[in-house]
């Protein structure tokens, strides 16, 4: 027995002093993703308080922009570096949690024909952003986080599609920043456009929610045009949401059998051994809660849960990217995403304006 006790000792002590390398970094990540929390309230309540109409810059942004000037000026030492990593974990933790936000059962809500529209809506986007990306000869990866970000939901997709293909800090930066500064333009000019036009209120809001990636922009646009707006914008949009679990698995796939799938003599051995498992999670997780196993409390604090991940991983990446690699790309990332936006919301635009008349007054 002793020495049983002997042998254990130091693999405990081991894993606390492991334990307590961490604490450092998170202290870091935590401080650096609250602040840009911190800022993204202090504007929300200072437009309240002044009844201005100020775009709604999400905290993850400014977690990007406040750890991109902590690594490039003074760095991060070494104290703090192991903590740090663990962004990755905390990525994958959001991802899987991410899953509780998202019910497919909302889908059904829209109706059929608003349902079609969601379905072109992507593949087009897709499409065209993946062309559109080559043709600005963006890298590869680069490319897929912007198509999947314009196509369905924004950041969101941008942060499980970073981890299933395994993309660079920078590459992931790049796109939030441009999805991010696009998506508080949109919230200026679609109510305008359509007041211009004289949209229904069923029809502006499924353009809103067709035509703006992130959610807290397409929801904000709804609102500013009419409740009754706002409440359809939320439902396509959640409709988009919804796919993204399945467009990131494809994508997944996709990578896993292009990157060095070569000379591997157990193709589907290779492919699950690299296949990203927290998607799996993020689908049982949307299953389960599609399924109502979950109450509303235990949703809100998944949901909560996910979105306290996502504050240490972005602080994370902002900390870890390298504005010097950034600035090799140039502007043409932000290029890339701002003729897709346009083209998009001309696209989704007339798609609606074609259904007028099929969908429900």
Same mark, same amino acid.
């Given at each position: 027995?002793? %020495?049983?006790?002997?042998?254990?000792?130091?693999?405990?002590?081991?894993?606390?002093?492991? &334990?307590?390398?961490?604490?450092?970094?998170? &202290?870091l990540l935590a401080a650096v993703g609250y602040a840009g929390r911190i800022i993204? *309230?202090?504007?929300? +309540?200072?437009?309240?308080?002044?009844?201005?109409?100020?775009?709604?810059? /999400?905290?993850?942004?400014?977690?990007?922009?406040? @750890?991109?000037?902590?690594?490039? +000026?003074?760095?991060?030492?070494?104290? #703090?570096?192991? $903590?740090?990593? +663990?962004?990755?974990f905390w990525l994958k933790t959001g991802i899987v949690l991410l899953g509780s936000?998202?019910?497919?059962?909302?889908?059904?809500?829209?109706?059929?024909?608003?349902? =079609?529209?969601?379905?072109? !809506?992507?593949?087009? %986007?897709?499409?065209?952003?993946?062309?559109l990306g080559n043709a600005f000869r963006l890298g590869p990866k680069l490319t897929?986080?912007?198509?999947?970000?314009? =196509?369905?939901? $924004?950041?969101?997709?941008?942060?499980?599609?970073?981890?299933?293909?395994?993309?660079?800090? /920078?590459?992931?930066?790049? =796109?939030?920043?441009?999805?991010? %500064?696009?998506? &508080?333009?949109?919230? #200026?000019?679609?109510?305008?456009?359509?007041?211009?036009?004289?949209?229904?209120?069923?029809?502006?809001?499924?353009?809103?929610?067709?035509?703006?990636?992130?959610?807290? !922009?397409?929801?904000?646009? $709804?609102?500013?045009? %009419?409740?009754?707006?706002?409440?359809?914008?939320?439902?396509?949009?959640?409709?988009?949401?919804?796919?993204?679990?399945?467009?990131?698995?494809?994508?997944?796939?996709?990578?896993?059998?292009?990157?060095?799938? !070569? @000379?591997?003599?157990?193709? =589907?051995?290779?492919?699950? *051994?690299?296949?990203?498992?927290?998607?799996?999670?993020?689908?049982?997780?949307?299953?389960?809660?599609?399924?109502?196993?979950?109450?509303?409390?235990?949703?809100?604090?998944?949901?909560?849960?996910? *979105?306290?991940?996502?504050?240490? +991983?972005?602080?994370?990446? $902002?900390?870890?990217?390298?504005?010097? /690699?950034?600035?090799?790309?140039?502007?043409?990332?932000?290029?890339? @995403?701002?003729?897709? /936006?346009?083209?998009?919301?001309?696209?989704?635009?007339?798609?609606?304006?074609?259904?007028? *008349?099929?969908?429900?007054?």
């Amino acid at each position: 027995m002793a %020495s049983s006790i002997a042998l254990d000792a130091p693999a405990t002590e081991s894993f606390f002093k492991q &334990a307590a390398r961490l604490i450092p970094g998170l &202290a870091l990540l935590a401080a650096v993703g609250y602040a840009g929390r911190i800022i993204e *309230r202090s504007i929300a +309540t200072y437009g309240k308080a002044h009844h201005l109409t100020l775009p709604n810059i /999400e905290y993850v942004l400014w977690a990007i922009v406040i @750890g991109l000037v902590i690594g490039n +000026t003074v760095g991060v030492p070494k104290l #703090f570096q192991p $903590g740090v990593a +663990t962004y990755e974990f905390w990525l994958k933790t959001g991802i899987v949690l991410l899953g509780s936000r998202f019910l497919l059962g909302d889908v059904a809500k829209l109706g059929g024909v608003a349902l =079609a529209l969601v379905a072109i !809506e992507i593949a087009v %986007s897709l499409a065209f952003m993946t062309a559109l990306g080559n043709a600005f000869r963006l890298g590869p990866k680069l490319t897929t986080l912007l198509a999947v970000g314009s =196509a369905i939901c $924004g950041v969101s997709a941008i942060i499980a599609a970073q981890g299933a293909i395994d993309a660079d800090e /920078e590459d992931a930066s790049y =796109a939030i920043a441009a999805i991010l %500064s696009l998506g &508080a333009i949109s919230l #200026f000019i679609f109510p305008l456009v359509g007041h211009w036009l004289h949209l229904s209120d069923q029809s502006y809001g499924l353009w809103a929610g067709l035509g703006i990636d992130n959610t807290a !922009e397409a929801t904000a646009a $709804g609102a500013l045009y %009419s409740d009754a707006a706002g409440k359809v914008a939320v439902l396509a949009k959640t409709a988009r949401n919804a796919m993204i679990g399945f467009v990131v698995l494809g994508y997944a796939i996709h990578w896993a059998r292009k990157e060095h799938t !070569e @000379g591997v003599t157990n193709k =589907a051995a290779f492919l699950w *051994r690299k296949f990203p498992k927290f998607v799996l999670g993020f689908l049982l997780i949307s299953a389960i809660a599609t399924a109502q196993v979950f109450s509303k409390p235990q949703l809100t604090s998944l949901a909560n849960l996910s *979105r306290w991940a996502f504050l240490l +991983t972005f602080a994370g990446v $902002g900390l870890r990217t390298n504005i010097r /690699e950034l600035g090799k790309q140039g502007f043409r990332p932000f290029l890339v @995403g701002a003729v897709g /936006e346009v083209v998009i919301a001309f696209l989704t635009l007339g798609l609606v304006y074609g259904a007028d *008349r099929f969908l429900p007054k």
